[in-house]
């Protein structure tokens, strides 16, 4: 299967820029996920590259041929969309199938790609059915497996889990990765869910306002962030921010601020003050404080008990709210004083002005 390649590409309508200057290789055979907040430009760039949008400048490779100027129907790629699209007066069977019809595919390949796309998609007992007669699951297993039978170079999907009740996604998120390793087809995917970034992306490249801010492997752009931005988007609860002032001090540099106070090895490029970000699993309550730097206290604000752990937003100061894991249960209350401690050699620092990495895990 060939891989796609982004080569500069713009899109504008009028005077608004959707997309800036894309450029992004996807490998043979590669997952890659397009995320980022509603606006980002993320499903812009997917239907240019379907040939739903015209681009404005720029090119657009599949393999090695430029796809830009040509029509959908050329690209020999398969788009999957949010909201299913299937033809509600057709069966399954003939919803699979029509694609390869209007294509004028001889009637016997038809019925063997379609067959063969509805076993492995737990469908063939589903054939005969409308889809008003399925469940959210299995449309959107009609809408795969209309894209799958047309053996495109590349599959498109644009949010397609988005209309699923929480459980369906977790188990369609592992249906479609399990079926893209299975075909090896090379792979855009759409999302506005960090998680589903993170737990299905082989890279996931991360959109703001039509710029492509980092890209990489998932625990890559996880742990090691290029700006406050990524940081704060991906990960779940979001990584907390403060603004601390910064004091060299012999070997060692030292990170103040009126609620907390922090010493690590000397960093380079770094000024007057910093902002620091703490993700909440490198957080826990004060104890022995083996491991920890602290203590620290502050007044709960929030509680989010989920059982196996449980997320304690602690108000440390007036400009500084921070949030705490704590394992299993917790008998603390909203407006407790409550004191915790932050995991030595964990704290992300950024650019107050450009809001740039300039280090991690110090």
């Known amino acids: 299967m060939p891989g796609i390649a982004f080569d500069q590409v713009v899109k504008r309508f009028g005077e608004v820029t959707a997309v800036r200057v894309l450029t992004l290789d996807v490998a043979d ?97 589903l054939l005969d059915r409308k889809p008003r007669q399925l469940s959210g699951g299995q449309r959107q297993r009609v809408a795969l497996g209309r894209a799958l039978v047309r053996e495109p170079q590349a599959f498109l999907m644009d949010e397609p889990l988005s209309n699923l009740d929480a459980k369906l996604r977790v188990d369609m998120r592992a249906e479609i990765k399990a079926l893209q390793r299975e075909t090896g087809v090379t792979t855009v995917f759409v999302t506005h869910d960090q998680v589903e970034a ?112 449980t997320f304690l937003g602690v108000r440390v100061a007036d400009d500084l709210r921070l949030v705490v894991r704590a394992d299993g249960a917790s008998n603390h209350r909203l407006g407790d004083r409550f004191q915790f401690g932050v995991e030595r050699g964990r704290l992300h620092l950024f650019h107050t002005g450009s809001q740039a990495a300039i280090a991690h895990n110090v």
Not at 63 to 88: C, I, K, N
């Open 29 to 125: 055979g590669e997952f890659v996920v397009l995320v980022g907040p509603s606006g980002c430009g993320k499903t812009t760039a997917l239907r240019m590259l379907a040939g739903l949008e015209a681009v404005s400048s720029g090119r657009i490779l599949i393999g090695d041929r430029e796809v830009q100027q040509l029509p959908p129907r050329q690209r020999d790629v398969a788009m999957v969309f949010q909201d299913y699209a299937l033809y509600p007066q057709m069966s399954v069977y003939r919803n699979l199938a029509f694609g390869l019809q209007t294509r004028k595919v001889p009637r016997e390949q038809v019925r063997r790609l379609v067959t063969e796309a509805a076993e492995r998609l737990g469908l063939g007992e």
């Open 198 to 309: 993170m737990t299905m992306g082989d890279r996931i490249a991360v959109m703001r306002d039509g710029l492509l801010e980092q890209e990489g492997r998932p625990d890559v752009v996880y742990n090691r962030p290029a700006n406050m931005f990524v940081a704060g988007f991906i990960g779940s609860p979001a990584m907390t921010f403060g603004r601390m002032a910064v004091q060299r001090e012999g070997e060692a540099l030292r990170l103040t601020h009126p609620a907390l106070r922090f010493e690590c090895a000397p960093v380079a490029d770094v000024g007057d003050e910093a902002i620091i970000g703490i993700r909440p699993e490198h957080t826990r309550p004060w104890q022995d404080g083996a491991g920890l730097a602290g203590p620290f206290q502050g007044m709960i604000e929030s509680v989010e008990a989920l059982g196996r752990e």
